[in-house]
């Protein structure tokens, strides 16, 4: 059965997804750990480990219960508990859409007003987080800024992560040249979406930075963005059908919906690590 492709595709797209996950999340915790009242980033990518780490979490579960099948019912097994409690980390940390509704608001100044940051570094010191007991007024999100994202990006140049560039210039260019009306912002799906497409934006660029932190060889993270290619092809999908767009818009949406690229090579690589891991974990009696 592991040898049908699609399983292989399952298992690799869940693999993919899990190494994004922690790649994001322990970047976040290093810029929640580095902040202060002047460099408050942590909280665009503290809401995101809420919602976007959280719902990849369930897209894991589901794609392999789509391997495993009848067996994910089996009781007293590690896989029916998670299972059951995947499903409960986007709602409890307060809902995708509250969370996506903070994340909006650093959209401005994290594309078109970059700050000067240094470099924040791996933060597993044993340290007391004095600031985080200590933060102030969570007022003022949209006057927060950012380091420019490309310098990240511009680091790697991959097949794949060429793609999601040229996806976020795209992405870019049409906030600039075809926003939202005002009418179109009192629909809160369409905000919702756009919001969708940014933090795939942000997760890419975390993503790479952990991935020279950890070593993370150019075929897994090649591969990771095979699936953020696909994710923002299907968003940019959704906003393009929403029924209030105009013809510009609309144009733009079909700019941001590309193929990535397929690399057999690159795939089979990353088979071999996900199958590597067979008959590692053991469920404590």
């Not at 979406?193 to 090649?222: C, H, M, R």
């Amino acid at each position: 059965m592991t040898d049908f492709p699609h399983i292989k595709q399952f298992f690799v797209d869940a693999y993919c997804r899990l190494v994004a996950m922690k790649l994001f999340a322990l970047r976040a915790a290093d810029y929640m750990r580095s902040a202060s009242p002047k460099d408050r980033r942590y909280l665009l990518y503290n809401p995101m480990v809420k919602m976007k780490v959280t719902t990849h979490a369930e897209e894991v579960i589901n794609l392999l219960w789509d391997i495993i099948a009848a067996k994910g019912f089996e009781g007293d097994t590690y896989f029916e508990m998670a299972a059951r409690d995947i499903r409960a980390l986007p709602k409890l940390e307060g809902t995708v859409h509250v969370n996506m509704a903070l994340i909006i608001k650093f959209i401005p100044k994290f594309f078109f007003d970059h700050g000067k940051f240094p470099e924040t570094p791996k933060r597993n010191d044993a340290r007391n987080n004095d600031f985080l007991f200590d933060q102030g007024p969570a007022k003022g999100l949209g006057d927060i800024q950012f380091h420019d994202y490309n310098i990240a990006y511009d680091r790697v140049h991959l097949p794949n992560v060429d793609i999601f560039k040229e996806r976020i210039a795209i992405f870019k260019e049409l906030g600039l040249k075809a926003p939202p009306s005002q009418e179109q912002s009192k629909d809160i799906d369409l905000p919702l979406t756009v919001g969708e497409l940014f933090t795939l934006v942000a997760y890419g660029q975390l993503i790479i930075e952990n991935s020279k932190i950890y070593d993370v060889e150019d075929d897994l993270l090649d591969q990771i963005f095979d699936f953020m290619v696909r994710d923002f092809s299907k968003f940019a999908l959704q906003l393009c059908l929403k029924p209030s767009n105009t013809k510009n818009q609309i144009d733009y949406c079909m700019k941001m919906i590309k193929k990535p690229v397929v690399n057999q090579e690159r795939f089979d690589n990353v088979v071999k690590q996900v199958y590597a891991l067979k008959d590692l974990y053991e469920m404590n009696p």
